[in-house]
């Protein structure tokens, strides 16, 4: 069913020919034809990194409504509809209102130039500065320095999650170029939490921020994390913490966890808040095992899991779970971008499928061709083939190994296709 905002999100698709151009120029301008809401926003914590970043904030958006604090929050792509980038005071935003604000924005912009991201973040930025809560959190789309988000000038935090090589075509074929864009959200004086990162990128990071003086709490040296027999070990100067694991699934959770804790200790949180940050996040599309709906149907007992991660860090970290879970055959079903570095992302990948299923992820110009993607996962030593679309993969895998594991994964924008597909 086409919505309002879906109508007005169509025309604003076409105010810039390109999808991605990095500038706050066109920012600034619509900013201030709508008043400055940037201004006026509740206590903002920014993050940026290339991996993690939507995990640490549901992390650090549970633990703050454990404490009873209210927190908006803003994060991209969404996965079905546009409404779950926006989260007023902790509520996804309603129809009627996300219609209005969009029109409002439209009609403040009118016929200039500016990227659809550009100004549906100036939407979320005027929404919040109208809504009373307590938090903003802010999840960089792209980068950092020049990202559409990275006009606040004093936000309360900021936190830089995994850096790792991404995005090349637009933020540097060096991880220390990357980095350096990462860091491009630190503010003078505005303390970062900062995860684990390659000596390389930390020293990107380190270098900016003492030039800002901007307070760092670096994984490693002022806080660590660990599993420990299956519980998350946590300690900082304030002490150590014994919890339970993340409720979100995978090795790499417990240090996403560590970099939400961290911020959250940091912003005063205390116990039993701190458990429910791991407790209670949900982050669809991270390792998420699909239990009901038509494509669970078709499965016939195999289990279906999904996710949307796409870039070698992402593979890296998806064997790592794969390793863990127990003994099961795995096929992957795999549709991915042509930005992608597809080769980078399988090859972690490869000791752990019996077989790659590549499929083109539907509705999409950019898709790689599934031809291209298998071909790709045969070089990476996966044994692969093409299929017609991921239910006729499933159907297939399902008949010839009934209780596989089947994992769909490559990208965050066929993960939304299969949320969408599936409910």
Not at 70 to 84: G, K, M, N, Q, V
Not at 106 to 114: E, F, L, V
Not at 327 to 351: Q, S
Request: hydrophobic letters at 45%; one cysteine or more.
């Amino acid at each position: 069913m086409t919505t309002g905002s879906d109508a007005i999100l169509a025309q604003m698709m076409a105010l810039h020919p390109k999808i991605i151009d990095l500038t706050l120029d066109r920012m600034w301008r619509l900013l201030a034809r709508l008043g400055h809401p940037e201004r006026d926003l509740p206590p903002v914590i920014h993050i940026a990194g290339t991996n993690g970043k939507g995990s640490t904030l549901s992390m650090i958006r549970a633990g703050l409504e454990a404490a009873g604090h209210t927190a908006h929050a803003y994060t991209s792509p969404h996965l079905a509809r546009f409404h779950e980038r926006i989260r007023l005071a902790g509520s996804l935003i309603d129809e009627p209102y996300l219609s209005a604000i969009l029109d409002e924005c439209y009609r403040a912009n009118g016929d200039a130039p500016i990227t659809y991201f550009e100004i549906t973040t100036c939407a979320a930025l005027l929404a919040f500065a109208r809504t009373p809560a307590d938090y903003t959190l802010l999840e960089v789309g792209l980068g950092g320095r020049l990202d559409a988000t990275n006009v606040v000038d004093q936000p309360a935090l900021t936190v830089i999650t995994p850096v790792s090589i991404d995005h090349q075509q637009f933020l540097g074929d060096t991880l220390a170029e990357i980095a350096g864009e990462k860091a491009g959200i630190l503010k003078r004086g505005v303390p970062c939490i900062v995860a684990r990162q390659d000596d390389t990128a930390l020293d990107v990071i380190e270098s900016r921020a003492a030039r800002l003086g901007a307070p760092l709490k670096v994984y490693g040296q002022d806080w660590h994390v660990v599993d420990e027999h299956g519980r998350l070990v946590f300690t900082d100067t304030t002490g150590l913490l014994d919890l339970a694991p993340p409720a979100l699934p995978g090795l790499h959770q417990f240090e996403n966890a560590g970099t939400a804790l961290a911020a959250l200790r940091h912003l005063g949180v205390r116990e039993p808040a701190l458990q429910a940050a791991l407790s209670q996040a949900q982050w669809p599309a991270r390792m998420q095992r699909l239990r009901s709906g038509p494509l669970v149907d078709l499965a016939d007992g195999a289990q279906i899991w999904l996710d949307g991660g796409h870039n070698p860090a992402a593979g890296q970290a998806i064997a790592q779970t794969l390793g863990a879970m127990p003994m099961a055959e795995t096929h992957l079903i795999c549709g991915m971008l042509n930005t992608k570095d597809i080769t980078g992302f399988l090859r972690p990948l490869a000791a752990h499928a019996a077989h790659l299923h590549a499929v083109d992820i539907p509705g999409e110009t950019n898709t790689l061709p599934a031809e291209t993607t298998a071909a790709a996962a045969r070089d990476a030593g996966i044994s692969a083939t093409t299929a017609a679309s991921v239910a006729s993969a499933i159907t297939e895998i399902s008949e010839k190994t009934p209780r596989a594991r089947i994992l769909i994964c490559g990208s965050l924008y066929l993960a939304g296709r299969i949320l969408q597909e599936n409910a």
